[in-house]
């Protein structure tokens, strides 16, 4: 096995290219291998783990897979929690694996359920995006991985290398919450852009941002989303998810 995670990232995510089992590499090694700039100054940072998302149904697969190329599962973890989550260290215990099924429940709740047949490796840019972008106590690693995400890919329509945002006002015009969570970290965004963005950027983050504002904007939303906005932040809108112990 590689010993460098970042190779064992690119490989995992050509066996995963390959093979019948759909599970699909997210997290920052996904940002990543999709993103350039993230592997320079002033974003490029080491890496300990891997992270999948899979189908619950595909359970079974995504463990004979993972064991097949030498990872070696948690027992008691995976026995607790393996209808959700299956965990795995690396022969050398040099970095491990999270999977998680159909859903990414962090300070908001992403269904991806439809969202792993794709040509690449990875959950398509919009997913990654929103996985980034939805964490309410987001650090400057999130951030800057949003970042790099607007910086290298063009807003666009379903494509494998454009940022699908017809996704992205899909799912958050039918959340307050979750909306209002992305629109305060596209602030961050364009803040650490403008304080820290090396030059030679393929695109403009602050004019990303401002057209996907305006659409969110424009995105005609649900009942529910604005009834949930007559509260705003009367009520708390996210989730601190808990830690579980390996």
Same mark, same amino acid.
């Given at each position: 096995?590689? &010993? ?16 019948? @089992?759909?599970a ?9 291998l999709r ?18 998302v ?5 359970r079974?697969?995504v ?15 995976? &026995?607790?929690y393996?209808?959700q ?10 970095? =491990? ?6 859903r ?14 794709t040509?690449?490796? =990875? ?8 996985? !980034?972008l939805? %964490?309410?106590?987001?650090?400057? !690693?999130d ?6 995400l607007?910086a290298?890919h ?13 996704? %992205?006002?899909?799912v ?8 209002? =969570? ?6 961050? @965004? ?30 005609? !939303?649900?009942l ?10 009367? @009520? ?11």
């Amino acid at each position: 096995m590689e &010993t460098d995670i970042r190779a064992e990232a690119q490989r995992l995510g050509e066996l995963l290219g390959a093979d019948a @089992v759909r599970a699909r590499l997210m997290g920052g090694l996904a940002v990543w291998l999709r993103c350039p700039s993230v592997r320079r100054p002033p974003f490029e940072r080491p890496y300990a783990d891997l992270d999948l998302v899979a189908p619950q149904r595909e359970r079974a697969a995504v463990s004979a897979f993972l064991e097949i190329e030498g990872y070696v599962p948690d027992k008691r973890f995976n &026995t607790l929690y393996g209808s959700q989550r299956l965990y795995y260290a690396a022969p050398t215990a040099a970095w =491990t694996v999270d999977v998680i099924f159909d859903r990414l429940s962090m300070s908001h709740e992403l269904d991806l359920r439809g969202r792993l047949a794709t040509p690449e490796p =990875t959950l398509p840019l919009a997913d990654l995006l929103l996985s !980034k972008l939805q %964490i309410w106590e987001i650090n400057r !690693k999130d951030i800057a991985d949003a970042l790099c995400l607007l910086a290298d890919h063009p807003l666009g329509a379903d494509q494998p290398d454009a940022i699908d945002v017809g996704r %992205i006002t899909a799912v958050l015009r039918a959340d307050w919450g979750f909306c209002h =969570t992305v629109e305060r970290n596209l602030g961050k @965004v364009v803040d650490l852009a403008a304080a820290e963005s090396p030059d030679g950027l393929e695109h403009d983050v602050s004019a990303q941002v401002t057209a996907l504002r305006a659409a969110l904007e424009a995105a005609p !939303k649900t009942l529910g989303w604005r009834a949930r906005a007559r509260l705003g932040e009367r @009520v708390r809108w996210y989730e601190t998810p808990e830690e579980i112990e390996h």
